[in-house]
């Protein structure tokens, strides 16, 4: 590949990246993220009317494993990390390193919704289901909902490996890989609040 050849292609990346920006589509994926915004307030809203009602029952003290919580924070983290590699490959037109960190990412998504399905396992094993308390039918609620975005998250990543490897970094596929990062990211951020409000002051109050 000839450096002319390298300089055109981080070219015609670049005017990708500013007609998507210019885009309705892309103002239409945020009005999605502010909707989904205003689902998660509601649901921390609840969460910290709801904390204290334990009904003689555990509380975020006695259950939550921080060890835990800790090792999924860290592989959603690292997800994050991983998902920007996707973009550098993309300026190199690399379909099969894009392909590549798209797995990676995958990969940390799925060990981290494992983990939070082996602690609701446990939790509900233990006999601390949602239905033992306010306090912990809110807990299920908020991080269900997190989960299952996480759960079409990983979908999405699916169908995208498979545009990437049938038609190639086309404008409809980085539009969707650009909107996928910005759910991912987003994801990310909601579990920065669950870590801190739901785990880290439910371990120290």
């Known amino acids: 590949m000839t450096v002319s050849n390298i300089t055109n292609r981080k070219k015609n990346i670049r005017k990708l990246s500013m007609s998507i920006l210019r885009s309705n589509k892309l ?9 989904d915004c205003i689902i998660f307030a509601t649901l921390f809203a609840v969460y910290i009317v709801m904390k204290n009602n334990i009904a003689h029952g555990p509380s975020g ?6 060890p835990l919580v800790m090792v999924e924070s860290l592989l959603l983290l690292f997800s994050s990390f991983s998902y920007s590699f996707i973009f550098i490959e993309i300026e190199k037109y690399n379909k099969n390193k894009v392909i590549f960190w798209f797995s990676i990412t995958f990969l940390l998504g799925l060990i981290f919704l494992v983990l939070e399905t082996l602690e609701f396992y446990n939790l509900v094993h233990r006999g601390y289901g949602p239905s033992c308390s306010g306090f912990l039918s809110a807990f299920f609620v908020l ?5 299952i975005h996480v759960v079409s998250a990983l979908l999405w990543i699916i169908v995208m490996i498979q545009q990437v490897i049938k038609f190639g970094i086309t404008y409809e596929v980085y539009m969707r890989i650009f909107c996928l990062s910005l759910f ?10 669950v870590f801190s409000i739901v785990y880290l002051i439910g371990v120290i109050l």
């Open 27 to 35: 103002f239409g994926f945020w009005l999605y993220l502010m909707n």
């Open 61 to 66: 003290k006695d259950i939550f494993y921080l």
């Open 143 to 147: 991080l269900s909902t997190h989960g």
């Open 184 to 193: 991912w990211h987003f994801l990310d951020i909601i579990w920065v609040f």
